[in-house]
């Protein structure tokens, strides 16, 4: 389902986020290739409190095709992660590089005051790696 994210800024500074984290900052890029920084979710009602954003940090697939984000206004982004973690049942991390030319998908949300918010759009699994998490991030 994705509960880390691995960035690199310039040649070396490497940044790692969780998604526990009060306001993890992310980077993305939008249809029009701007790139912003986005709050990884809502993590609580307290965050954002003048806001109706959903309370998580993931979004499934179905459920945007379902049209159940849909009045949020949501807008398609990719994430710049160089890496993602997944935590399997036991609560061990493994990190994985995204497929070669591709990116976590996002679903970008305003939560007002000029906050953008990113969720990680989800999907079941791959067979290969159902036994660590049974959502994983989609990729475009």
Not at 21 to 44: D, F, S
Not at 105 to 134: C, Q, R
Request: proline content about 9%.
């Amino acid at each position: 389902m994705c509960g880390g994210m691995i960035f690199h800024r310039g040649n070396r500074e490497l940044i790692k986020v969780f998604y526990p984290q009060p306001y993890p900052y992310v980077p993305c890029i939008t249809k029009q290739h701007e790139q912003i920084q986005c709050i990884w979710g809502r993590r609580n009602k307290e965050e954002f409190a003048e806001s109706e954003i959903p309370v998580t940090g993931w979004s499934r697939l179905e459920a945007i095709k379902a049209g159940k984000w849909h009045k949020y206004n949501p807008e398609k982004v990719y994430i710049l992660a160089d890496q993602y973690m997944e935590k399997d049942k036991d609560g061990k991390s493994h990190w994985f590089e995204p497929p070669q030319g591709k990116l976590p998908v996002g679903l970008m949300l305003d939560a007002g005051k000029n906050e953008k918010v990113v969720y990680v759009v989800t999907i079941p699994s791959p067979e290969e790696f159902s036994h660590i998490h049974h959502r994983w991030p989609l990729f475009g």
